[in-house]
């Protein structure tokens, strides 16, 4: 046995074999405390994935993307729908409520009668950029303008170019882009805008990632504002491929509405609150704007809608349930695409069941052959409980309207599917006069003449196996297109 030496006096080969021992066991712990930790990350992982996934109200089917991925990949897909995942964002509405509050502190409740409403509707899209072209010049005071796509080409310069004159002239410009819609427009382009005085935004960057929620929410938003007293909103974005002066086989069907009188004011306020989360710029820097109302200029009402992730509920989604749920006679829903919720499906399958004239028309092909895909169940389903279902044929067909009981019309920038409803930020009016209404009735009965009814034949491979399964990978991709 080998003596006690005391405290401090191990030997070598006794000194190096413990620390060998305390290295192995800190190891141990180390990969214990390591594993454990990686575990309760994983499950957290996934339950943070799942609640973000059943908060999103899009489709059940949507658990089957998800689940799995969630199972076997859950850090990176909660990290996938952090970023690009959600629906709502507590400290936007807080934000959108604080215009709102300006606004009312400064003026009465907005007012939506007394409006002037006009359709823009030609086959090329010229009344809607002479429309732009007469109010750019005209304006006086300010120019808000919010678009998804600026493209750079003849419409996109020569909008920048118009602005950069006014803004010369000491009119305030303000133009907001979003971020991803936009993607790739040079600097240059609106570089002219800039130096002139104009003020450029861009909506909620995904790269570098400096926006505010997920990269997911668009401003899909068309917004243009003159003076506070006259706006126009549709489905046009700012390019060749909606607007334009010569023909061209190329251009999308579309059309958007000219409003002018009280109800301008309240657009205005939507692309206030939309420049305020953009800029960081406070709301009270728009106090005189913010308290201006427009005199009554016509016998039109026209209620404005915004609907997105700064929203506390789906105000759209709601007045869409309502007015389906309390329709009498007749809906007509024209949409570039098809993909809606459980609720509004239910209720449209309903009410062609129940003898209602259910009218939806799309285009024979649109731009998103996946959303192509994935509209055909619906479609299917719809035909076979009675509804007509139409495809437009010579162009693709992007406009978005709806009528119900030839009463009320809701126009605006939003599809009837699911992003729209509820991940982007959107904008609807309700129009409630005869005139408009028989007008965009007549520019849907002339497209109605340009298409085919559904057929079996169209859609014979729906029948396969094989096209079974990609219409249901469809559906489920579908929100996030």
């Known amino acids: 046995m080998v003596p006690f030496q005391g405290y401090g006096r191990l030997t070598r080969s006794s000194t190096l074999a413990l620390l060998t021992t305390v290295v192995v066991l800190i190891a141990e712990w180390t990969q214990l405390i390591s594993a454990g930790a990686m575990t309760a990350l994983r499950t957290g992982c996934q339950v ?19 689940g799995p991925l969630a199972y076997f990949c859950p850090v990176l897909t909660a990290l996938i729908i952090y970023l690009f995942g959600g629906r709502k964002h507590s400290s936007l509405a807080d934000a959108k409520k604080e215009v709102n509050r300006v606004a009312w502190r400064l003026s009465e409740e907005p007012d939506f009668g007394g409006n002037n409403f006009r359709l823009l509707g030609d086959r090329h899209g010229r009344d809607t950029l002479e429309a732009l072209r007469t109010q750019i010049r005209g304006a006086q005071k300010r120019i808000y303008i919010s678009t998804y796509i600026l493209s750079n080409d003849a419409v996109g310069r020569e909008i920048v170019s118009l602005l950069t004159a006014r803004a010369k002239a000491g009119v305030e410009v303000r133009l907001l882009v979003d971020a991803i819609g936009s993607w790739g427009i040079p600097l240059t382009l609106c570089r002219p805008l800039h130096r002139a005085g104009g003020q450029i935004a861009r909506f909620n960057p995904a790269l570098p990632m400096r926006g505010k929620g ?36 190329r251009r999308f069907r579309d059309c958007s509405f000219s409003i002018e009188g009280p109800t301008a004011a309240s657009i205005e306020r939507i692309f206030i609150a939309d420049w305020c989360q953009a800029s960081d710029e406070p709301p009270m820097n728009f106090a005189t704007q913010l308290r201006e109302r427009p005199r009554p200029v016509g016998q039109a009402r026209v209620a404005i809608i915004a609907s997105g992730p700064d929203c506390e509920q789906d105000p759209l989604w709601d007045a869409y349930v309502q007015l389906f749920s ?5 809906i007509t829903i024209v949409t570039p695409y098809f993909v809606p919720d459980r609720v509004l499906f239910s209720l449209l399958v309903t009410a062609a069941q129940a003898g209602r004239h259910v009218r939806i028309m799309v285009p024979r092909r649109s731009d998103h052959r996946l959303l ?3 509209r055909r169940w619906y479609l299917r389903t719809l035909r076979d409980a009675g509804a007509d279902i139409l495809f437009f044929k010579p162009d693709v067909l992007h406009a978005k309207l709806v009528i119900v009981d030839d009463a009320h019309l809701v126009v605006g920038s939003a599809n009837l599917d699911m992003r729209s409803l509820f991940l982007n930020y959107e904008i609807g009016a309700v129009v409630r006069d005869p005139a408009a209404i028989e007008t965009v009735n ?24 094989l096209g079974r399964t990609v219409e249901n990978i469809s559906k489920v991709l579908a929100p996030w297109l």
């Not at 700012?238 to 010569?246: H, R």
């Not at 309390?326 to 007749?330: L, M, Q, V, W, Y």
């Not at 007549?442 to 196996?465: F, G, K």
Request: aromatic share 12%; with cysteine.
């Open 48 to 66: 943070y994935v799942l609640l973000r996934i059943m908060r999103a109200r899009v489709s059940p089917a949507y658990l089957l993307l998800w």
């Open 214 to 249: 997920s990269a997911n929410w668009r401003n899909h938003r068309k917004i243009a504002v003159f003076d506070g007293t006259t706006a126009i909103i549709g489905g046009q974005n700012l390019g060749l491929k909606y607007m334009g002066e010569s023909p061209s086989n």
């Open 326 to 330: 309390n329709c009498k006679r007749s």
């Open 372 to 374: 192509d895909l994935a």
């Open 442 to 465: 007549a520019l849907i009965n002339s497209w109605e003449v340009e298409s085919s009814h559904y057929s079996e034949d169209l859609y014979r491979q729906s029948r396969t196996w």
